[in-house]
């Protein structure tokens, strides 16, 4: 069992919907990100959570809004998305305090927007 | 701006060759990591390289950091199927006060019977 779940793991919707991703992590973290993970494009990073506290957020548009209510639990809210924003979407967990930020992985989600 | 890349892109080798992957970055940072990741599925984490001179090896895989020359390499013996997959280095700036790590673009190896 991974240390880091997402659900769902995969996920079609129109532009029009509404819908969220989650994560969990059971590994005792203190920090959560969100990737994006395109075809023939390196990961990218999205948001940044530590401590519960959003530190980074790599100029995502707002159709994307993450969510992050402890230090176990990450969403990702998405909203009118567009075709372009099908993806893998990649949520990973790490610990702050520890010298350096391995970060561990969930499965992804695999959204397609139509 | 952080820039990683790695070479080659594609890697297509046959069973019992070695070859070496490489991940050059553009700025100080002496943390580095290897993951690894098959078709559809997540990335795993292969390697963590915390200082410069690091060397870690796991079966057929080593990897390297030196960060004189901002460059990291993974060193494959002796080839073998199980081991295609897409091999993603990340570098961490962490310790200069940046959170997130960034992410090379990846080699695709294929390794043919």
């Known amino acids: 069992e991974t240390g880091v779940t997402q659900t769902p793991r995969h996920l079609v919707m129109g532009m029009t919907n509404k819908k969220s991703l989650k994560c969990e992590q059971h590994l005792g973290h203190n920090a959560m990100y969100w990737y994006k993970q395109s075809a023939k494009k390196p990961l990218e990073l999205m948001f940044v959570?530590?401590?519960?506290?959003?530190?980074e957020n790599n100029s995502v548009p707002s159709r994307f809004s993450p969510e992050c209510p402890n230090s176990s639990h990450l969403f990702l809210h998405l909203h009118t998305l567009q075709p372009e924003d099908s993806a893998l979407y990649l949520c990973?967990?790490?610990?702050?305090?520890?010298?350096?930020?391995?970060?561990?992985f969930g499965q992804g989600t695999r959204l397609t927007v139509v | 701006e952080l820039k990683v890349e790695q070479n080659p892109l594609f890697l297509s080798m046959q069973e019992g060759k070695n070859y070496t992957i490489y991940c050059n970055y553009s700025?100080?940072?002496?943390?580095l990591y290897w993951y690894r990741q098959d078709p559809g599925k997540s990335l795993e984490s292969l390697f963590v390289?915390?200082?410069?001179?690091a060397v870690k090896q796991e079966g057929r895989l080593m990897a390297s950091l030196d960060t004189k020359a901002r460059l990291s390499t993974l060193h494959i013996t002796a080839a073998v199927h199980d081991l295609s997959a897409t091999y993603f280095c990340a570098v961490d700036m962490s310790n200069f006060g940046n959170e997130k790590l960034t992410f090379g673009t990846g080699t695709r190896l294929t390794i043919i019977p």
């Open positions: 959570y530590s401590l519960e506290e959003r530190v």
């Open positions: 700025t100080t940072s002496d943390r």
């Open positions: 990973a967990s790490g610990h702050r305090d520890r010298g350096f930020t391995e970060a561990f």
């Open positions: 390289l915390l200082s410069n001179g």
